[in-house]
């Protein structure tokens, strides 16, 4: 079986996802022991943030690490595993809504593809790239802004 990082490079769905964990130096967090759970986005949820995003996020790697950690659980939780979990704490810092009490969404995502196994962990698909804050429908924009320290 591959780690997540491979696994991730091999489905050929998450190009945006595997450049972005590239650039903000996370590929070798990713590959160590774990476990992890990832709710990842694929490169259909990259093209849904308004234009221009991921060429700002590329420019501050420091975000996008944060942004990125948002989407990484320590542990290993299967879809059945989460069925009666109300958050997880990323990895970023900020709880995760989960709820699976119509289908499976994570925050203000949807997942896809649950429960998709590797060595050092378990890959959960999201339709959305989510971001820490409230649960409502959040400015992408504004909240990418307001995150990223002044230089």
């Known amino acids: 079986m591959a780690d997540i990082v491979d696994l991730a490079v091999g489905a050929g769905m998450f190009k945006t996802l595997v450049a972005a964990v590239q650039?903000?130096?996370?590929?070798?967090a990713l590959k160590s022991p774990g476990p992890f759970t990832v709710f990842a986005p694929n490169d259909d949820a990259f093209a849904k943030l308004p234009p221009g995003t991921v060429e700002s996020l590329v420019k501050s790697p420091h975000q996008l690490g944060r942004i990125l950690t948002y989407h990484?659980?320590?542990?290993?939780?299967?879809?059945a595993d989460l069925e009666n979990t109300p958050s997880l704490p990323s990895l970023e810092g900020s709880p995760i809504r989960i709820d699976c009490s119509e289908g499976f969404e994570v925050k203000n995502a949807?997942?896809?593809?649950?429960?998709i196994e590797a060595d050092n962990g378990?890959?959960?698909v999201i339709d959305?790239?989510?971001?820490?804050?409230?649960?409502?429908e959040v400015d992408v924009k504004n909240t990418i802004e307001f995150?990223?320290?002044?230089?």
């Not at 949807?110 to 429960?115: P, R």
């Open 128 to 136: 959305r790239v989510i971001l820490m804050g409230g649960d409502r």
């Open 72 to 79: 990484v659980v320590a542990g290993k939780y299967s879809q």
């Open 110 to 115: 949807t997942v896809i593809a649950a429960n």
């Open 122 to 124: 378990i890959i959960h």
């Open 23 to 28: 650039i903000a130096g996370l590929v070798d």
């Open 147 to 151: 995150c990223t320290p002044e230089v």
